[in-house]
């Protein structure tokens, strides 16, 4: 089945002083599609991820959101695109110690100007369906990790993002942990109509996805289908 | 021991830009803290000098064997008080008064070095004809409050009749002619006033500076939290844990202390040119003293070493060092009733209540506003997190909520200051006070029995003087006389021309205008708004450096949290705009009850309702904290897009 593509990046280079961290990588994302991204620690693939979803420009090379690009936008373009066209969800640190899980992923809303009201309730809605029911006015110290992750999720979706980046989504958590988590993070994402990017170093996670791409010494390598990882890893 | 110095020393140097931006930012804080400490230390010292200093001019009669005798009057002259020493020995060896090289000979007139000028610079039938004698030479410093001290000494023989007149002591700051065994004299009133009004700023000045250093140390300690924790989860034990701590705070205090002193020592060319007593400082008095300067050198450090201690508690006792970050109990109503009780007792102090208890009740005042600060922060967290409508105002609620004593630490110094203001505006005493004194006739208080012989004098000299005056004698207090020579103008040359022609008509006295009379008294006024300013600016200053260094803490601190929700897309105005509500709005509430509050303590002692320059002291002030603590805000924007500019933030 042929696949739209949402996210586009086009002969990527970026350095930093001597280091080339990419060097010319090309790379797709279909709508829907969940892609991981795989290397060892210091291939380039937390760069990648980085200028695809604007947080970086590349030196050179292009990057498209639904055809237009978007690496030529200012600070302050990129930062709205992020706002309200991506969603994010990191390792730990995401969310704000200060507020409740409920205003945690209210807040992406009330950026984009939505009443607090109306932000929070639409936040709510969140909840129950990611198992989150009975949690809204808790606040991010008293959640374990899979909760935390679980409400970085919900706030990563809320504002209805065409790509949600996930950098090791899973790494500060346990196995069983991890694993509920990649999955609703994976159905999630497609049962709101978004793409996902999970850059990973763990083979367990990339298996969630329906394609995987290595990145080794700043160049993309296809990767096999997930299923062939689990066999040959 | 020096093992765990040697780890500290690594562990600071190796801390990395940020990790020596916030190692910068405490010895800022330590430096600031040092200078205005000896600052604070100088003054007073230096106070305790000058009234050394003038103490020989202030006799102590002999009980027996007496070498000399001292009689001490005030001249004016271009609306300058000139003070005159008549001594004569009694005996060939008479020790020499301070700041002169031998005894004056009699017609002998040694001058300060600044009347000497003056009398080089004015007509002399202004002032030189009035010095007129044998050049003794130049007084030293060692005799003089300030370099520009006008004063003369002028030998006598101990016949002459300066130094045997019965002299109807009438109010002047004149002294009799006095047998004396020396010249170490006593401290004058004046000058232990003024050391007790030097003593009572320093208070003031230092409960800032500790709320300063307190902020300095726990910022040591925040960065350090985690990577101690760190450390005893390989097994430290708590004591090489705290050793650690204090030598990383002691290192970095000391640099801070050092720093502090050279800042100080830099300073010192401007402090001397601030104008109390009448005149500016050696530059000598602005210099502590060794001791005093090594003692703050190695007080300071330690202090912010136990400051670091305290800090400290919560990781030494666990190994996973930063408790969970669970909503906060509200912060008790108790610390409301606390600043209420004291309140309570301001009213029944008055002028009568002994220094002690105003101190005792101020220091309370001054605490009950700092206890009660987190309290107001909390509330105003809750109220501004329930009404918050847009982002900026939540996160700011949410902020001042989860840890209201941080956000009371940013506001807490101008906060604070303002309790100050608020006190000092009240009782800044205004000129009206004194009203205006009449300048245009010269009193001269005579001996009654001489007061026609000495009136038809009085009409020659200033005749021949070619000053027109109308000269009559009045009745003075008591049985005294006083002869007036009414000028008909307040020309100050005229003025002086007349003071000289009248020089020496009663022996040992000058004659003065009711302004002159007063002008002690308008000096003093002076200083005290001259010594309210400084205090003001000295605390303001530290208050805003504080709240400055607070707030780029507090960046580095929330770093992260800062990079990810920039990477999100929160716009940088939105972040920067919640630092400034959950600064600027407690400083708004809480500056405004410490003024009401420093206000409501000034009450009892208030001579007059407020007047105009009290009014405009503290708006100034009011403005100053405001645009200070904002500019300071500002100021750390950069900072916080630096921070945020880090696309891929990690915890460190």
Redesign the interface.
């Known amino acids: 089945m042929a696949m739209s593509v949402v996210l586009e990046g086009v002969g990527l280079v970026k350095r930093f002083g001597p280091t080339v961290a990419l060097g010319g990588v090309g790379l797709a994302l279909g709508r829907g599609e969940a892609l991981a991204i795989m290397g060892p620690s210091g291939s380039g693939k937390?760069t990648l991820l980085?200028c695809l979803a604007g947080?970086?420009k590349p030196d050179a090379g292009e990057v498209r959101l639904l055809g237009e690009r978007i690496d030529t936008l200012g600070e302050?373009r990129r930062?709205?695109?992020?706002?309200?066209r991506?969603g994010?969800v990191?390792q730990?640190?995401?969310l704000?110690?200060?507020?409740p899980a409920e205003?945690n992923v209210a807040?992406?809303l009330?950026?984009g100007g939505l009443?607090?009201g109306d932000a929070v309730r639409r936040a709510r809605e969140w909840f129950g369906p990611l198992g989150l029911g009975g949690m809204e006015g808790r606040?991010?110290?008293?959640l374990s990790g899979g909760q935390a992750q679980r409400v970085a999720i919900a706030r990563a979706l809320v504002t209805g993002p065409a790509v949600i980046f996930a950098d090791e989504p899973t790494g500060a958590l346990d196995q069983g942990t991890g694993h509920d988590t990649m999955n609703l993070l994976v159905e999630a994402t497609k049962h709101n109509g978004a793409s996902l990017v999970v850059v990973t170093h763990d083979l367990q996670v990339a298996r969630w996805c329906d394609r995987v791409v290595e990145v080794r010494d700043g160049q993309v390598i296809p990767g096999a289908a997930p299923e062939m990882i689990g066999a040959t890893g | 021991m020096s093992g765990i110095f040697g780890l500290a020393w690594r562990l600071l140097r190796g801390g990395g830009r940020r990790g020596m931006l916030g190692s910068a930012l405490t010895v800022v804080a330590v430096a600031v803290s040092t200078s205005l400490l000896l600052f604070a230390v100088a003054a007073n010292l230096a106070f305790q000098g000058r009234a050394d200093r003038e103490a020989w001019r202030n006799p102590v009669a002999a009980a027996r064997d007496a070498v000399a005798i001292q009689a001490v009057h005030l001249d004016h002259v271009d609306d300058r008080p000139v003070t005159v020493v008549d001594v004569a020995a009694l005996e060939p060896g008479a020790p020499a008064p301070p700041g002169l090289a031998r005894f004056p000979a009699p017609g002998e007139v040694w001058l300060s070095p600044a009347l000497a000028d003056l009398a080089k610079r004015l007509p002399a039938n202004r002032l030189a004809d009035r010095l007129s004698g044998k050049g003794g030479g130049l007084i030293g410093d060692a005799a003089l409050v300030h370099p520009d001290e006008l004063v003369a000494v002028r030998g006598q023989a101990p016949g002459s009749p300066v130094m045997t007149a019965g002299l109807a002591v009438d109010g002047h700051d004149d002294i009799a002619p006095t047998r004396i065994s020396g010249f170490t004299g006593t401290r004058t009133d004046n000058a232990i006033g003024y050391q007790i009004l030097a003593l009572i700023a320093s208070v003031l000045m230092v409960v800032p500076l500790l709320v300063f250093g307190g902020a300095a140390a726990r910022l040591t300690v925040a960065r350090r939290d985690q990577r101690l924790a760190a450390l005893r989860l390989v097994g430290a034990t708590p004591g090489q844990v705290v050793a650690m701590t204090v030598a990383e705070a002691v290192i970095t205090a000391f640099a801070g202390a050092v720093l502090g002193a050279a800042l100080y020592l830099l300073m010192t060319p401007l402090l001397t040119r601030i104008e109390i007593g009448g005149g500016p400082w050696f530059v000598a008095d602005t210099w502590p003293g060794v001791l005093p300067v090594l003692a703050v050198l190695v007080v300071v450090p330690l202090l912010v070493g136990l400051s670091a201690v305290v800090g400290l508690r919560r990781v030494v006792v666990s190994p996973l060092g930063v408790a969970?970050?669970?909503?906060p109990p509200a912060m008790r109503f108790v610390r409301v009733v606390a600043l209420l009780a004291v309140l309570a007792v301001v009213p029944t102090l008055g002028m009568g209540a002994g220094v002690g208890v105003v101190t005792v009740v101020l220091s309370l005042a001054f605490l009950a506003v700092n206890l009660v600060g987190p309290w107001v922060v909390g509330l105003l967290g809750r109220i501004v997190a329930a009404s918050?409508?847009?982002?900026a105002g939540?996160?700011a609620g949410?902020?001042m909520?989860?840890?209201p004593r941080a956000a009371w630490r940013t506001v807490s110094g101008v906060a604070l200051t303002g309790f100050v203001a608020g006190f000092i505006g009240l009782l800044t005493p205004g000129t009206g006070l004194l009203g205006q004194a009449d300048a245009t006739n010269l009193r001269l208080a005579v001996p009654p029995a001489k007061a026609a012989a000495l009136s038809e004098q009085a009409r020659e000299r200033l005749a021949t003087a070619g000053v027109r005056a109308t000269v009559t004698v009045k009745a003075g207090g008591g049985r005294g006389k006083v002869l007036v020579a009414a000028l008909g103008t307040s020309d100050v040359a005229v003025t002086d021309r007349a003071r000289t022609a009248l020089d020496g008509l009663v022996p040992g006295r000058s004659a003065t205008t009711a302004a002159d009379d007063d002008r002690s008294g308008f000096r003093i006024l002076d200083d005290v708004r001259t010594g309210t300013v400084t205090v003001l600016a000295v605390s303001f200053l530290v208050a805003i450096a504080s709240a400055g260094i607070t707030a780029a803490s507090s960046i580095l601190d929330r770093r992260?949290?800062y990079a990810?929700?920039?990477?999100?897309?929160?716009?940088m105005k939105?972040l920067n705009a919640a630092r400034r509500t959950e600064t600027l709005l407690p400083l708004a509430v809480m500056g405004g009850g410490a003024i009401a509050i420093g206000m409501f303590c000034a009450l009892p002692f208030a001579l007059s309702t407020m007047n105009v320059s009290g009014l405009v002291t503290l708006l100034v002030c009011v403005g100053l904290g405001f645009a200070g603590v904002a500019g300071a805000g500002a100021a750390s924007a950069p900072l916080l897009r630096s921070v945020t500019a880090n696309?891929?933030?990690r915890?460190d």
Do not use: Y
Not at chain 1, 79 to 84: A, G, H, N, P, Q
Not at chain 1, 139 to 142: A, C, L, V
């Open positions: 937390s980085h947080i970086m302050r930062s709205e695109l992020r706002r309200t991506f994010f990191f730990f640190g995401q704000l110690p200060e507020l205003e807040l992406p009330m950026l009443s607090r606040r991010p110290g008293e | 969970k970050r669970e909503t918050a409508r847009r982002p939540l996160l949410r902020r909520i989860d840890d992260q949290t990810l929700l920039h990477l999100a897309g929160t716009p939105v696309p891929a933030p915890p």
